[in-house]
């Protein structure tokens, strides 16, 4: 009876042992989008096609809200345990863990690949000559459009500005939301303010969001005013709308007409039986300033290495494979996405993004980069709240303006 | 006697070895951190008592510290009234069972779930609730970004789920008083008001002393429901200390800040409930 027990406490002993040996070589892959959007069942796929091709196998580990994750992935990587590879934003979000020196410098892979790669895009992950992310995901922003609510009312994808805002009446004055917006959930308040900055003055955009220009400077105050003019003309949905879950159903229902957002968004017109190229469309907004010439809003993500990982070379084998035109066709059919190779087919695209894909590479398109990531975050954070109040309170206009500069300024002057 | 000691303190061992790890430790870890400037990441700086001083310049720690004592107030006389109402009347009807179920199924259910049931519910296109009004001729509500209405839109929703708890608590109390007072008041001509005020209410008073200091420390920690119905905005608008306190150090990473507002609620909900208890207890009456 001894003997058996000592057996079975050596037994337990070894499979324990085993357990954390097999838990110290495994390469794990932390994201935050394990609910809705999905990217554990595609990055599971993507660890078996990995497994096949390059003999390294990787485990897609998620987390259930953004917050968890992100403590989660900061509390890892100054230990020895931080995540071989994780998912993170561009730009002002990454760049806290660029300056601790907790992510692997990967500017060898983006060499390799120069080729294959927007320069634009490689500026979102790269700090002082160095990158430090590899692409999981590239956005345009675009307008999305309901077909049978522009073909019952006579219309047609907008060339200027001027034919947008007439699309925006015809809408409105046959009872019909012309246009998505919401403060619900805090960050999508900063769309329709990098839509109609970059729109109206690229350059000073891209100076507000680096601290040289700022908000209570002429042309952002031009925009705000005529931001201030869509709300009060009501061209913009109930400020409490559910632009995931109910503004789908809306445009399906023929009660709402466009929405401005991501081209992820196509998964959530689906979800709601929409088929896009037939019930739902795409085009790019004009610019309002015809001088200002051809310009877009692009959402780039990047996948960081933990420089303290254990398994960081393994990692490292990943990374330029994932970099390649190949995985990158397999990872962007899986999710929807846009290449962000060059040398990436986008035959799996819906037609409509297509065709804005092609839009952009042939009429030479410049790319931004979205408001989220491209200024800090302790100034975004607080700034689309500051969006939010003035949605609301649109005649609160100077006021939350000056506002917005104090907190600019008050970051720009200890940084 | 010595091991009898011996084997009592190692029974307590594993409990108290909890306490000390997931309780003490991390209080103590917490006050640290509120005493400097920290963003999770690099090296914490010692500021004193400058994560304090801050609140009282802080709008938003302010509009926090406004809410939550309205959530406190609010599901104070909401929860805990609407619980007892509902106690003394299902206590004397036919469908008791029926009505007890009723008003227990919302319990039941998480509060990130009921977050979710009333978004919908209050959402301003397709909802429910602007659904029935417009359908009484009244223009719909945006329930849950207009200031201050939708804190207290909120305040319902919890009520809602809660109203149960408080329910179910108070029918135990109402099932121990005797028949005997309250036949005597019959007999004595007393109404059914005076009934409940004079003889019914004082013999709860225990019972309804658990129930304001579970209803004290539950709305003073409220989070839940707010982080998923508004997440604190829009414009931090809805927040309450506790959405603030996640908000600074798992969102901002204002690790000291966060920890700052997580001692000043903890300390907030001790003095509240040591004082609340104290002043009950002190006239407690015995029949």
Not at chain 1, 146 to 167: A, D, H, N
Not at chain 1, 175 to 196: A, H, K, M, N
Not at chain 1, 317 to 327: C, G, K, L, N, R
Request: contains cysteine.
């Amino acid at each position: 009876m001894k003997k058996l027990w000592w057996l079975v406490v050596v037994v337990t002993l070894g499979v324990f042992a085993l357990q954390f040996q097999l838990w110290a070589q495994e390469i794990v892959l932390m994201h935050d989008k394990g609910g809705a959007p999905d990217w554990q069942t595609p990055f599971t796929e993507m660890a078996k096609i990995c497994a096949e091709e390059l003999g390294i196998e990787f485990t897609p580990t998620p987390f259930p809200t953004t917050d968890v994750f992100m403590s989660a992935v900061r509390t890892a990587l100054p230990t020895g345990k931080a995540p071989e590879l994780f998912t993170w934003w561009s730009d002002f979000r990454m760049k806290p863990l660029v300056d601790t020196g907790l992510v692997e410098d990967v500017t060898a892979l983006w060499e390799k690949h120069k080729d294959e790669y927007d320069p634009a895009f490689r500026d979102a992950f790269e700090f002082d000559g160095k990158v430090y992310g590899v692409p999981t995901k590239l956005a345009y922003w675009v307008v999305y459009y309901s077909i049978p609510v522009f073909k019952k009312f006579g219309l047609e994808e907008p060339k200027t500005w001027e034919e947008f805002i007439k699309i925006c009446d015809v809408l409105k004055a046959n009872g019909v939301v012309p246009l998505g917006s919401t403060v619900q959930g805090r960050w999508p308040t900063f769309i329709y303010f990098e839509d109609l900055m970059i729109r109206t003055n690229p350059d000073v955009y891209i100076d507000l969001m680096v601290g040289k220009a700022k908000y209570t400077d002429e042309p952002v105050k031009k925009v705000f005013a005529l931001w201030k003019e869509m709300i009060e003309k009501g061209y913009f949905s109930d400020p409490a709308t559910d632009i995931f879950a109910d503004y789908p159903r809306l445009m399906a229902q023929g009660k709402a007409g466009m929405i401005l957002i991501g081209n992820w968004y196509e998964g959530q017109l689906i979800q709601m039986g929409l088929k896009v190229g037939e019930d739902v469309g795409a085009f790019i907004l004009p610019s309002i300033d015809p001088k200002v010439g051809k310009v877009i809003i692009y959402e780039a993500a990047p996948m960081l290495l933990g420089k303290n990982a254990p398994g960081k070379e393994k990692a490292l084998q990943i990374a330029d494979w994932w970099m390649s035109p190949e995985t990158q066709y397999k990872w962007c059919k899986l999710m929807g996405f846009v290449p962000s190779n060059k040398k990436t087919s986008t035959d799996f695209l819906s037609v409509p993004m297509q065709n804005v894909v092609k839009q952009v590479a042939q009429e030479n398109y410049r790319l931004i980069n979205r408001f989220w990531e491209a200024t800090p975050t302790d100034i975004c954070e607080e700034a689309v709240d500051k969006f939010a109040e003035f949605i609301l309170n649109p005649g609160k206009m100077d006021q939350i303006l000056e506002d917005l500069q104090k907190v600019a300024d008050t970051y720009w002057s200890s940084h | 006697m010595v091991g009898e000691k011996l084997s009592s303190y190692l029974f307590i061992l594993p409990a108290l070895a909890m306490v000390v790890i997931f309780l003490l430790i991390p209080a103590g870890y917490t006050v640290v951190v509120s005493f400097t400037k920290w963003d999770g990441l690099g090296i914490p700086k010692f500021i004193g008592f400058g994560n304090y001083f801050q609140f009282v310049r802080d709008h938003v720690f302010l509009t926090s510290l406004r809410n939550t004592v309205i959530w406190v107030i609010f599901t104070l006389a909401f929860s805990v009234f609407l619980g007892l109402l509902v106690a003394y009347f299902v206590n004397r009807i036919r469908l008791a069972n029926l009505f007890k179920s009723l008003f227990y199924i919302p319990l039941t259910i998480s509060a990130v779930t009921t977050g979710l049931i009333w978004l919908w519910m209050y959402s301003p296109d397709l909802g429910v609730v602007n659904t029935l009004l417009r359908l009484l001729g009244f223009p719909g509500r945006s329930w849950l970004s207009e200031v201050p209405l939708n804190t207290y839109a909120m305040i319902w929703a919890w009520t809602w789920k809660t109203v149960g708890m408080n329910m179910v608590i108070f029918l135990i109390g109402l099932q121990t008083i005797p028949t005997e007072p309250v036949e005597a008041c019959k007999i004595d001509g007393a109404t059914e008001w005076q009934t409940f005020r004079y003889v019914v209410f004082p013999m709860l008073r225990t019972i309804t002393t658990v129930v304001v200091a579970m209803s004290l420390i539950n709305s003073f920690n409220i989070f839940d429901i707010i982080y998923v119905m508004t997440d604190g905005g829009p414009y931090r608008s809805s927040e309450t200390l506790a959405v603030s306190m996640f908000r600074e150090s798992f969102v901002l990473f204002h690790m000291g800040y966060g920890a700052a507002i997580a001692i000043f609620l903890s300390v907030v909900v001790l003095f509240v409930s040591w004082i609340y208890v104290r002043e009950v207890t002190k006239r407690e009456v015995h029949y």
